[in-house]
């Protein structure tokens, strides 16, 4: 599933051919995704000059001048295609503008869109309980330790939840963990303030450097370009069960499932 970076990669890479052009045709090419398309969708967006783009936790938004924001999930396999060469079967819903097509693109049909008023987009369900944004200033040892307190629950799940941190995913908290050290079954009610002091940067740190590196391209995930993100050349725990830590300590990367996800840790580095 298309984590934060990947969002971020993705609104990044629409934002530098949409942002402020007129959108002339916006194409339904079936009834519904993961959930129907909203009633009048196509009429909304025709005639109607994008204002700006941004992201909340794993959701893209276009602003319109219309007073009107897109809300986008990409689900599982979703991204948005700039320009195809060729129309392609799971184009669900596309834009035109003068000058290029932007085509929504989901073979397994998880993701959706949503289209509300732009002043009310922080009161939008999904949003109204989500915790703060971990790349902005709010993610703080205080909010943490605030959450967290009297938490009995794994600290990899706690940091899992949206309404303590929005928007972070399994390879992210994985990798987060193990820079700070933390074992990810630790209860997140008995993470000291050091760890916290430990944590909080190196989640930034990890979302960061995947932004910069165009995201992990897990499965069917690609940027709006086509090209792939390669973060995953950087992964130091996820995915490599039985490798040795990359920190040189003896460690073996070990797996097991938790909350449904797999999580990837070192015994010897994260306490």
């Known amino acids: 599933m298309p984590e934060l970076p990947e969002v971020e990669t993705t609104v ?17 090419n079936r009834p519904d995704m993961r959930f129907p398309f909203p009633a009048g969708l196509g ?9 700006g783009l941004g992201r909340r936790a794993k959701y893209g938004l276009i602003h319109t001048d219309r007073a009107q924001t897109l809300i986008f999930h ?15 079967k799971h184009d669900h819903f596309v834009i035109e503008t003068a000058s290029h097509r932007f085509a929504l693109n989901d073979p397994r049909r ?28 709010d993610l703080t040892v205080k909010h943490l330790r605030t959450a967290l307190a009297g938490r009995k629950q ?11 941190v929005a928007g ?20 997140g009610g008995r993470v000291s303030v050091k760890a916290l002091e430990r944590l909080v940067p190196a989640v930034q740190q990890v979302l960061e450097q995947s932004i910069l590196d165009g ?23 996820y995915g490599r069960e039985d490798q040795p830590c990359l920190r040189d300590d003896g460690g073996i990367i070990r797996r097991f499932a938790q909350g449904g996800r797999s999580t990837w840790y070192c015994p010897r580095c994260q306490r």
């Open 12 to 28: 990044r890479g629409l934002a530098r051919f949409l942002e402020g052009e007129r959108i002339t045709r916006a194409i339904l």
């Open 215 to 237: 995201g992990s391209s897990l499965r069917d995930y690609a940027r709006p370009d086509g090209e792939l993100g390669y973060f995953a050349t950087r992964f130091q725990v």
């Open 74 to 88: 990409l689900g599982m396999s979703g991204r948005w295609r700039i320009d195809p060469e060729a129309d392609d």
């Open 154 to 164: 794994a600290i990899k799940l706690c940091l899992l939840d949206q309404q303590i």
């Open 110 to 137: 998880f993701g959706w869109v949503d289209l509300v008023d732009t002043d009310r987009v922080e009161q939008w369900p999904a949003f109204a309980v989500m915790g703060p944004e971990p790349l902005g200033a």
């Open 168 to 187: 972070l995913g399994n390879i992210y908290v994985c990798e987060a963990l193990h820079i700070a050290g933390i074992h990810p079954r630790k209860a």
């Open 43 to 51: 009429q909304a967006l025709t005639g109607a000059t994008v204002s």
